[in-house]
């Protein structure tokens, strides 16, 4: 019977929609844990974790539509090249990185990354750049902090907004036709010096370590040009990719809706079939209890729950279960007070069947199929919950779900920046999840229900 | 009727009784390391700082009689009493635009615009909702109906404050129709204060009508199809009575009482979105200071404002219940 409940699940055009939507959801989520690092999972509240990427970087392919925006430069240690040469006993290593600029718009910002092994005479770092119009600009020269071990590993980053850079820019504002000061040095490093746009060309940066002992080396060196656009779905506030977040988030929220529809399911299945089943006393007082708990104001009290008992997502789960089986109840118990007076079920009766019996084995079988069908129905109600208190800021803080993507999102005024990439992704995502169990569940309803069924038999 | 709202209302203070006591002793202990920072009282150690606040809290928590079990029955009585009378002290982090900092004050400044912004929504909602539902339903299978029921299940399927982040993003941010945010700028003695109120009200009043017209729409469709099939209408039709004259007085006024039912559940749902909404657009109203309390952890705003909605949600369901009554004749001889 389940197997023609599929078939015809299948054959209607909503049920299709609704399960293809399901396949491409559960294909999600095997892709996050198959090709994406556990780690992105674990640390995605971690800002140290995210630093090499680019801050508030729209999606990619926007560069398709509209003008080119500068993309994400990350350059490591084998991009580099080395030149060694040693006099006097000191040992110039320099790391020269090539660049070739022909985007429209300036770098958000860069870091340059390294990390150094020495003694007790600490290194110097200096930080050139040749540009196209045969300039050449030092904005960085400073020795690496010393210290009194013997042997110790410095690794450090500089940004754009280094302090040291800030002022060396200062020392070029001859070269420039215009006041420097109100531009940042990520802008006036590609600049044309005649107005503030792009210089279009190969840019030569080299990173120049002065090492004054024979046991000092530079260990990793790296370059990174912060782009307005990076990957799929961009980047938000604090550098993380929003692809990774809205992958991870497929599981969780298939996790968080299907746990939470089952059991307030099973819930309200058993509540409903006893009290319609018993009828009388038993009913009425069950069903008043049930009133009760229906017109208790969902989300207030759960804000209240979270805030006292903590904020897990398997507390998360407990709540929303134990808010979402009224309903359920309710339509059960009216249809098995029907089913109790279906002939079968007082011939199992008469024959002296005991109470649990006829009712696992009579007439909890035929409501199964529109248990299924509340059950899909009743999914998204769970997940837009969840979404609903992490956006209020009572989610899980360690998981990446959509709703504290949205929360992120709210937080940093995403929606009056225009940060669409922020907003729009996750939200959809919620709203596809929805849409394709609601569409599950009504098909089901109306392929399954008893009552709806009995006229056409 | 009445025996459900009392009873929600002691299962919701018996529920909130031992979360305000941790509650209130977890502020107390905030208080006390406030103090202790404030005066600067040095310590030798962690411990003996820890002893002190212990000790201090153990002895503000007798005064306030916090040490007792919450489910003593003298205890209860005056948790109920002080929470209904919305006796809860002081808040940390927000005053009223006069600058008191005493929580009742705070809440009944901001539930007017809250009551303002949900009553004229659903007002709105419903009387597009009745009149497009019934359109639909006398065309029922038209390429109309099926674009209803088509916006229904999608609006269902959003969560109401992402479209009101999607509203600001499309109206102010691309637009620039309306303010990004909600909060009027003029101060309420201004004589233009209304129309600045009205001005900022429009966007979070769009995005409210918005998400929640369709399903009414179709709710009121769904019944009334169901009125229409039935034999007296047949029986109507046959004398002549004109189509639309059903449509809109026979079968509106015999599907009325299960849309009642049916409308006070999704307007009891629709409460909780409307407050993140708020949130979403800072509009000054209850929405925006919870998610503030929230955010700084303001015990006894939060506690307020789950009782004072706590409320409101009861009453909006009594009154579609005294509607229920007036829509249903049968109701009315019992």
């Not at chain 1, 080119?68 to 000191?90: C, P, Q, R, T, Y």
């Not at chain 1, 940093?412 to 996750?426: E, L, S």
């Amino acid at each position: 019977m389940q197997k023609k409940l599929l078939i015809d699940l299948l054959r209607s055009r909503r049920g299709f929609i609704g399960i293809s939507i399901i396949v491409f959801l559960l294909l999600v989520s095997a892709i996050a844990p198959l090709f994406i690092p556990i780690k992105s999972y674990i640390l995605w509240n971690d800002p140290d974790y995210w630093i090499n990427n680019p801050k508030t970087a729209a999606p990619f392919w926007t560069n398709i539509f509209g003008s080119k925006e500068f993309e994400h430069i990350s350059l490591k240690k084998n991009d580099a090249k080395i030149v060694s040469e040693s006099s006097d006993g000191i040992k110039i290593v320099n790391y020269e990185f090539k660049i070739n600029m022909q985007s429209g718009s300036f770098p958000d910002d860069f870091m340059f990354l390294y990390t150094a092994k020495y003694g007790n005479i600490p290194p110097v770092l200096q930080i050139d750049i040749n540009r196209p119009d045969n300039n050449n600009f030092t904005v960085y020269y400073s020795s690496l902090p010393s210290s009194s071990n013997i042997n110790t590993t410095f690794s450090d980053r500089i940004f754009s907004t280094n302090k040291n850079v800030k002022e060396a820019m200062f020392q070029y504002q001859s070269l420039f036709k215009y006041p420097i000061a109100n531009y940042e040095p990520q802008v006036l490093l590609f600049s044309d010096t005649d107005k503030p746009s792009v210089l279009k060309g190969t840019y030569q940066i080299s990173e120049k370590f002065f090492l004054f002992d024979n046991s000092s080396i530079v260990d990793d060196i790296g370059l990174i040009l912060g782009g307005k656009v990076f990957g799929i779905m961009g980047t938000d506030d604090l550098r993380r990719d929003l692809i990774v977040g809205i992958i991870w988030g497929t599981p969780i929220a298939l996790f968080i809706g299907l746990t939470v529809a089952i059991f307030s399911i099973s819930i309200g299945l058993i509540y409903g079939v006893i009290a319609g089943y018993r009828g009388k006393r038993t009913d009425e007082t069950m069903m008043r209890i049930n009133d009760i708990f229906y017109a208790l104001p969902t989300l207030p009290l759960l804000i209240l729950l979270s805030i006292t008992f903590g904020r897990s997502i398997f507390l998360i789960i407990g709540f929303l279960m134990f808010f979402s089986w009224m309903g359920t109840a309710k339509v059960i118990r009216s249809i098995a007070l029907q089913i109790r007076n279906f002939q079968y079920v007082e011939a199992a009766k008469l024959m002296g069947q005991s109470d649990l019996k006829v009712i696992f084995k009579h007439i909890i079988p035929q409501l199964l199929p529109l248990t299924f069908a509340s059950v899909a129905i009743s999914v998204p109600g769970a997940i837009l919950g969840e979404a609903a208190l992490s956006f209020i800021g009572l989610g899980d803080p360690s998981l990446p779900t959509w709703g504290q993507l949205l929360h992120d999102a709210n937080t940093a005024d995403a929606a009056p920046r225009g940060i669409w990439w922020w907003i729009v992704p996750p939200g959809m995502m919620i709203a596809l999840t929805g849409l394709a169990f609601f569409l599950i569940g009504n098909t089901l309803d109306s392929i399954a229900n008893p009552l709806r069924n009995k006229n056409k038999k | 009727m009445f025996l459900v709202l009392f009873a929600t209302l002691f299962i919701t203070v018996i529920l909130l009784g031992p979360t305000l006591d941790k509650l209130l002793v977890e502020a107390m202990r905030n208080q006390v390391i406030d103090e202790i920072n404030q005066r600067t009282l040095k310590f030798q150690n962690s411990e003996e700082r820890l002893s002190y606040i212990n000790k201090e809290l153990q002895l503000r928590s007798k005064t306030f009689g916090l040490d007792q079990n919450s489910f003593t029955p003298s205890k209860l009585f005056y948790r109920i009493i002080s929470v209904m009378t919305l006796d809860l002290g002081k808040s940390h982090f927000f005053t009223t635009d006069y600058g008191s900092s005493n929580v009742r004050d705070i809440i009944f400044e901001k539930v007017p615009k809250t009551l303002l912004l949900f009553t004229t929504s659903t007002l709105c909602v419903t009387v597009i909702g009745i009149f497009l539902g019934t359109y639909v339903a006398g065309k029922e299978g038209s390429w109309w109906d099926k674009l209803n029921s088509i916006f229904a299940i999608f609006s269902n399927s959003f969560p109401s404050w992402w479209v009101a982040m999607i509203m600001i993003l499309v109206f102010a941010f691309t637009l620039h129709i309306f303010p990004a945010r909600a909060t009027p700028i003029s101060s309420p003695s201004d004589s233009t204060y209304i129309l600045d109120l009205l001005y900022h009200m429009a966007l979070p009043l769009i995005t409210l009508i918005i998400v929640s017209f369709g399903s009414w729409a179709y709710i009121v469709r769904y019944f009334l199809i169901n009125i229409l099939n039935e034999d007296f209408i047949f029986a109507k039709r046959t004398i002549g009575i004109s189509r639309r004259k059903i449509l809109y007085s026979h079968g509106l006024r015999n599907a009325g009482p299960p849309i009642a039912t049916a409308v006070a559940l999704s307007l009891a749902s629709s409460f909780g979105g409307s407050i993140i909404t708020e949130a979403v657009f800072d509009w000054p109203g209850m929405g925006k200071l919870y998610y503030d309390a929230i955010g700084l952890f303001d015990i006894p705003i939060i506690i307020g404002l789950t009782y004072i909605s706590t409320v409101i949600f009861l009453v909006t369901i009594f009154i579609t219940d005294i509607s229920y009554t007036l829509l249903d004749p049968r109701v009315k001889g019992s």
